[in-house]
């Protein structure tokens, strides 16, 4: 599996920004898609941004992301720190919730489905207060 940590959550007011992370170890896996996911409270884990990580011509590539985001939203890895990145920006109430970043090592299959999704990080909290 991949060894996720993600970090940056904080409170913030509507309207504000926030960059979360997520360090990620690897192993043997060389290709992977990696995503956001997040969870307000009483919902459903939604996913936010999928993007493929494979050292080659697409890396980087976002394969998904969530209506919701609006342009508001940028998902982004530095391979030489092993570093998954979510900037946020114009955040709104309802963004507010759990923080997921995961990998699934099929990157044929890279998609906002969770189910394939098998290492997740703790997550990390976005408190958005208006």
Do not use: H
Not at 20 to 45: E, I
Not at 47 to 57: F, N, W, Y
Not at 83 to 104: F, I, R, V, W
Request: hydrophobic share 30%; charged share 20%.
């Amino acid at each position: 599996q991949v060894q996720l940590v993600e970090s940056g959550g904080d409170s913030v007011q509507a309207g504000g920004s926030l960059t979360l992370s997520c360090t990620y170890s690897t192993g043997k896996y060389a290709t992977f898609c990696l995503a956001w996911f997040r969870q307000a409270p009483g919902k459903a884990r939604e996913a936010v941004a999928v993007i493929i990580s494979d050292g080659g011509t697409r890396d980087g590539t976002t394969r998904y992301e969530a209506e919701f985001v609006g342009g508001r939203f940028t998902i982004s890895k530095d391979n030489a720190k092993n570093t998954l990145y979510l900037q946020m920006s114009n955040l709104k109430p309802e963004g507010s919730g759990m923080y997921y970043c995961a990998a699934d090592r099929w990157i044929g299959r890279c998609s906002e489905n969770e189910d394939w999704f098998d290492s997740w990080g703790q997550g990390t909290r976005v408190t958005v207060s208006s």
